[in-house]
Every structure is written in C-alpha cells, then in structure tokens.
C-alpha cells in the first residue's frame, strides 16, 4: 500500500511555542521524529509546515517539506492541505498522520497504522494497554475497542477521556492515523459534530459520521511533548540509552 506519511509542523503553539524546533540532546525535535518516520520505512515521508525554519531544516537534511497556511485550524486540516499540494497525490492509497511532538515514536508503530486499511477500514489508528491509574486520568484519551482479532484489529467504540460508566475493553489511544484519501477528504468536508465539540476529540467527528475507525494494537506509548518538563523526561531517557555512549 503506497503510503504518504506527512508530519503537521506548527510553531505558533499556544502551550509551547516553536515547540517543532525544540532541542532534545542538540537535536530538534521535529527533525527526531522526521527520523523515526523514514526509518519506519513505511511510506515516504513529508513534513507540513508553515514556517521557514521548520522548511528549511528538513530541507537541509535531504528531506520533503511542503509550506501550508499558518491559520489551519488543526494538524489533521494541515495534512489535508500538504497532501492536496503533492503532484503524485494520486499514487497514494494510504496517508498517515505523524504527530510532530512523539520525537520516541517507536518506528513500528508507525507501520501498524496502516494494518486498519488492509483489513476494510477506511481511517485507522493504534492502541496500546492502559492501568488502573492511567484510567483515572483524564488528560490520557482512552479508546473502547471491539476486538475482530483480539489483539491485531478491531473497531472502535468510542473515544473519551473520563469515565462516568463501566466500559469494557479499554485501552490508551497513540494519535497516530491512517486515512483512505477518500476517506481524509470527506472527514475534512464535514462539520465537528457536537460529541467532538463537548469532549474536545476529533476523531469523534468521523464516528458520529458512521464512518468506522480501525485499532491496531501496540505494545507500548510513545511520550507526546507538551511541556518544557516532558523535555527534560525525553533527554533523561535517552541519556539512559545507547544514544549518547
């Protein structure tokens, strides 16, 4: 499945501006994840940006930036609009939205987004085990998933951060998506709904659509930067590991 991995890149980010360039042990953190999205090896792979320094870094690297509007409302619209800029568009049956602020993505996971669509779904995602503790929080989105192959793909239920009732077969949802280009296409022409208004989740907007997400299970989460502190975590963790012996 000939697939276009396209990163969204925005350094007006109200939390943590410039947040894309970022150094994490010398390195920006858009350019790691860029890495981690050619070492996949599952798609070519492209950057969305809307500033010179984020272009002409990966530039630079040897890698494909493509400039988009600076006022898109969201990464998902970001995509969207990069993907309608590339001259071979039409070659692509999958796109795979890269979140720019998972610099330790796992490069697997990356591949596994993908697995939904080969089995039917028209928009995929991934999911991983969740604690007792992390259920509680209501800043990590949790999936319930309907597993066809208990542990390889399923169909999602809903999406939510807390919990009001007993719900089976939860996980923790990894923002990472698959999308038909049909299928992007049609979820960016629709209006959010209200459920993704109330509950401020996105992909709420193609469930309320009758449009099916796909799960793949992942053994483990990637850390999403938000903060300055989530940094530091990052550069411990990898001061841990093989990267600076």
Known sequence: MKTAIIIPARMASQRFPNKPMAKIN???MIERVWRQGINSKAGDVYVACSE??????IVSNGGKAIMTDPNLPSGTDRVFAAFNLLDNRHDYESIINLQGDMPLIDYKNIQSANIPLHNG???GTIATDISSNEIKNENITKVSVDWKEKGVVGNSLDFFKSIKTEVKNIHQHVGI???KPSALKKFISLPPSKN???KKLEQLRALDAGIKIGITYVENVPISVDTVEDLMVIENILNSTDENK
């Open 177 to 179: 998506y698959s999308f």
């Open 121 to 123: 779904y028209e928009i």
């Open 26 to 28: 010398g390195i920006p």
């Open 196 to 198: 993704e208004i109330d």
């Open 52 to 57: 010179d320094e984020v272009f002409n870094l």
